[in-house]
C-alpha cells in the first residue's frame, strides 16, 4: 500500500527555518518524481517545487525561489523540503505527493505557521 507520510511541520518565528520531510513506502520510491505542494487557509493548493527521478530539482514557486530547497534521499526513500528565511506569507499545510499510473497520491499534510 503507497504512503507518504510527511514530517517537520512547526510553529516558527520570521526568518526561521525548517526541515520537512516526506517518507514514501509502497512504491519503486527512485523511479519517480516528487513534489511540494502547500495550501494556505481560504486558497487555492500551489505547487512549491518539483525533483526529479534522477535528483534534478524544478518548477520552484517563484515566491520561494532562493529560500527553499527540494532535496531527495532514494535509500531511505525521503524527500525533503528545506526552508530557510520564513515568511508570515508562507504559512500553509505542506503535503508532498507523487503521480503515475494515471493516478496522484497525496500525503496527509503538516502544518507550517510563520509567526510571532
Known amino acids: 500500500q503507497l504512503q507518504l507520510v510527511e514530517s517537520g511541520g512547526g510553529l516558527v518565528q520570521p526568518g526561521g527555518s525548517l526541515r520537512l520531510s516526506c517518507a514514501a513506502s509502497?512504491?519503486?520510491?527512485?523511479?519517480?518524481?516528487m513534489r511540494w505542494y502547500r495550501q494556505a487557509p481560504g486558497k487555492e493548493r500551489e505547487l512549491v517545487a518539483t525533483?526529479?527521478?534522477?535528483?534534478?530539482?524544478?518548477n520552484y514557486l517563484d515566491s520561494v525561489k532562493g529560500r527553499f530547497t527540494i532535496s531527495r534521499d532514494n535509500a531511505k526513500s525521503t524527500v525533503y523540503l528545506q526552508m530557510n528565511s520564513l515568511k508570515p506569507e508562507d504559512t500553509a499545510v505542506y503535503y508532498c505527493m507523487t503521480w503515475f499510473s494515471l493516478f496522484n497520491y497525496w500525503g496527509q499534510g503538516t502544518q507550517v505557521t510563520v509567526s510571532q
Open positions: 525533483i526529479t527521478a534522477g535528483g534534478e530539482p524544478t
Open positions: 509502497g512504491f519503486s520510491f527512485s523511479e519517480y518524481a
